[in-house]
C-alpha cells in the first residue's frame, strides 16, 4: 500500500519521515474509516436523487452547481458517449425549491469538439458558466457564457485568451475586499501513452485573480510540490481571514495525498505545496466554507479508486479533519464533487454517479461537527 512513498523527493529527510510516520497513521485510519459510522452521520443527508435520469448522452462527468436566487439552483455537467469525444457538451438543469429538476439542455455547440469541466459561479444579477473546448486537457481552451435569469437564457460565448482558462474544476471565490480568484491548472508533457514518470511530463496549480468583477484577470504561479513536476492540479480555495487564502488541490499517485498551499497577499504569491494527511487516489475534492466558519471537504478518502465518497468537516480552518462521513460505496465511480451552502444554510452536493448521472444530496450543516 506504500510503495509510491519513495517518489517523494521534495522535503528533507526529516520532514519525509514525519510525512512517512503520517502516512502510516492514516492508512490504519483507512481500515476504520470502512468499519465505523460516524455517530453524525444519520441525520446528515437530508434527501439523495438524481438531477436526471432519461437522457440523449450515455455518459455524464465533472459536475457543478450554484444558487442563483434564494431556493433556485442551477446544475451543469458534460454529457456525451465518453469522455473527449467530439459529441460530449455541456448541459444545464434547474431547480426550483422542492420541484423536480428541469430536463437538461446543452448549452455547447461543438459536434467536432469536446467540451470539459463547466464550473458555475453566481455574482450579483449575473452567473457565469465557464467551461473549456478541446481536444484534451493539454490543449483545450476557456470560455464562458453569462446568464441574467438564472440560466434560463445565455449570452453569446466569450473565449478566454490562451494561457487562461478560468476556474480549471472548483467554483471560484469572492474575497472580502471584492477580489475573484479562480483556482486554476495546467497539464503538459504527455499524451495518453506516456509513462507517469517521463520526467517532462507535468501538472501544476496557478491562480487567476480579478479586481474588476472578471472582466479582466492576472495569473499567479506556479504552485507544485517542489521537486515533483507531476504532482497537482485542480485547486478548490477559501479566504480564512482578509486577505489570507488557502487551497487543497488534486495529487497524482506520486504524492498520494491532498497537499495544501496558502496565501497571504489575496492570492498574489503562495506557499509551496506540501501534503496533508488526507489521502487521494488522483481525484477531484470541492471544499466550502459555511457561514459559521466550518469547512466541508467532498472527497475520495482512498488510496486508490474513487469509491467510496466522503464527508469531512474541519472547525480549525483544515488543521484537522472529522471522521469522514461516506456519502455512497459500491461498484463504479463517485468522483469530482462540488458543494455549496445555500442561503438557507443547507448544503447541496453533486457529484458523478458511475460515469452515467449527476448524484444530488441535501445535507443538513447543522448536524455536521461542530454545529
Not at 437564457?153 to 487562461?164: C, E, H, I, R
Request: aromatic share 10%; net charge negative.
Amino acid at each position: 500500500m506504500m510503495t509510491n512513498m519513495p517518489s517523494i523527493r521534495y522535503i528533507t529527510t526529516i520532514h519525509n519521515m514525519a510525512v512517512m510516520a503520517a502516512r502510516a497513521g492514516l492508512i490504519l485510519g483507512v481500515a476504520l474509516v470502512a468499519a465505523v459510522t460516524p455517530a453524525w452521520a444519520q441525520d446528515a443527508v437530508l434527501s439523495r436523487g438524481f438531477i436526471f435520469e432519461d437522457v440523449p448522452f450515455e455518459s455524464a462527468h465533472a459536475s457543478t452547481i450554484v444558487e442563483t436566487a434564494p431556493g433556485e439552483l442551477l446544475a451543469a455537467w458534460f454529457g456525451g458517449s465518453d469522455e473527449g469525444e467530439p459529441d460530449v457538451e455541456i448541459w444545464v438543469a434547474r431547480k426550483s425549491g422542492s420541484e423536480p429538476w428541469t430536463m437538461p439542455r446543452a448549452v455547447t455547440s461543438y459536434p467536432e469538439m469536446p467540451c470539459w469541466n463547466p464550473v458555475l459561479y453566481h455574482g450579483g444579477e449575473t452567473t457565469t458558466l465557464y467551461f473549456k473546448v478541446g481536444p484534451s486537457p493539454r490543449e483545450w481552451v476557456g470560455a464562458y457564457r453569462t446568464s441574467e435569469d438564472g440560466g434560463q437564457t445565455w449570452s453569446d460565448v466569450t473565449y478566454l485568451p490562451a494561457g487562461l482558462t478560468g476556474p480549471i474544476r472548483a467554483k471560484p471565490i469572492r474575497l472580502e475586499d471584492g477580489t475573484l480568484l479562480a483556482g486554476t491548472s495546467f497539464e503538459a508533457g504527455y499524451t495518453g501513452g506516456t509513462p507517469s514518470d517521463a520526467p517532462y511530463r507535468t501538472w501544476s496549480v496557478w491562480v487567476e485573480r480579478s479586481t474588476d468583477g472578471g472582466r479582466t484577470w492576472t495569473k499567479h504561479g506556479p504552485i507544485g510540490v517542489p521537486g515533483e513536476l507531476y504532482g497537482v492540479i485542480q485547486p478548490t480555495l477559501w479566504e480564512s481571514s482578509p486577505g489570507v487564502v488557502r487551497m487543497l488541490m488534486r495529487a497524482t499517485g506520486r504524492i498520494g495525498y491532498v497537499p495544501e498551499a496558502v496565501s497571504t497577499d489575496g492570492g498574489r504569491t503562495w506557499s509551496q505545496a506540501r501534503p496533508t494527511r488526507l489521502p487521494n487516489p488522483n481525484a477531484g475534492i470541492d471544499v466550502v466554507k459555511l457561514s459559521d466558519g466550518r469547512l466541508v471537504l467532498i472527497y475520495n478518502h482512498t488510496e486508490r479508486g474513487r469509491s467510496p465518497i466522503h464527508l469531512a468537516v474541519s472547525s480549525d480552518d483544515g488543521a484537522t479533519w472529522s471522521e469522514p462521513l461516506v456519502l455512497e460505496e459500491g461498484q463504479g465511480e463517485f468522483s469530482y464533487p462540488a458543494v455549496i451552502q445555500a442561503e438557507d444554510g443547507r448544503l447541496h452536493v453533486t457529484y458523478t454517479w458511475r460515469r452515467e448521472r449527476v448524484r444530488h444530496l441535501v445535507v443538513d450543516a447543522e448536524t455536521l461537527p461542530g454545529g
